[in-house]
């Protein structure tokens, strides 16, 4: 009797989460879930959404506190790590501009020299296309402007009217505000670690 072949196919494994999710789950699930449900979002908007109603629903907001700063500081470290490899691909691309106008310019070059040596006319025509060496718009190259006559001389004055900034906040800080100009002071958050209880009786003493 031949054994029967079993028709039943193998479970599709999950795919692995991100580095990012693996990390936040580390050190904090709550920060793991916020990431989570950011990953979600569609638009700027659910972004401020989900994190506004975190804040709105979390019972333990101590925890919420920390899952806040974590993710902060774990997206800190994923911006410098795309900064990174977007620094690398532009220098990768750079080089292969660099690389392809070098090549460009070599192929103009072997065609001028030919002419030069003799070995192609000014127009030379294939099967299907034609290179011709065309003269371009003179050019002007200034060697020694002190030995040019004064009728092939432009005198040209730029005078520049600029606010000195420092003074102008300077005022605003002595209660002197300066018109046509507006001073601000722009929040910024910071994470941090919170003191320990040895630390904040030494505060309090």
């Known amino acids: 009797m031949k054994p029967k072949l079993s028709t039943t196919q193998p479970k599709r494994q999950a ?58 500081d774990q997206i800190d470290a994923e911006l410098a790590a795309v900064r990174a490899r977007m620094e690398l691909l532009v220098k990768i691309h750079v080089a292969e501009l660099e690389r392809l106008t070098r090549w460009r310019n070599g192929l ?60 102008i906040k300077a005022a605003w800080s002595q209660g002197l505000p300066v018109p046509g100009t507006h001073v601000d002071r722009k929040r910024k958050v910071v994470y941090e670690l919170a003191p320990t209880s040895l630390e904040r009786m030494k505060a309090t003493a």
């Open 15 to 72: 795919a692995p989460p991100s580095v990012m999710l693996q990390s936040l789950k580390g050190v904090s699930i709550l920060a793991a879930q916020i990431w989570r449900r950011l990953q979600g979002a569609e638009t700027p908007e659910q972004e401020d959404d989900i994190l506004v109603q975190l804040w709105e629903l979390q019972a333990n907001q101590e925890a919420l506190i920390d899952a806040h700063a974590e993710l902060a």
């Open 108 to 167: 103009d070059r072997t065609v001028l020299q030919l002419n030069d040596a003799g070995l192609i006319s000014t127009e030379a025509a294939g099967q299907t296309r034609r290179i011709r060496i065309k003269l371009n718009p003179p050019s002007c190259e200034v060697l020694d402007l002190s030995q040019v006559p004064e009728d092939y001389i432009t005198v040209k004055e730029i005078i520049e009217r600029k606010p000195d900034k420092q003074a």
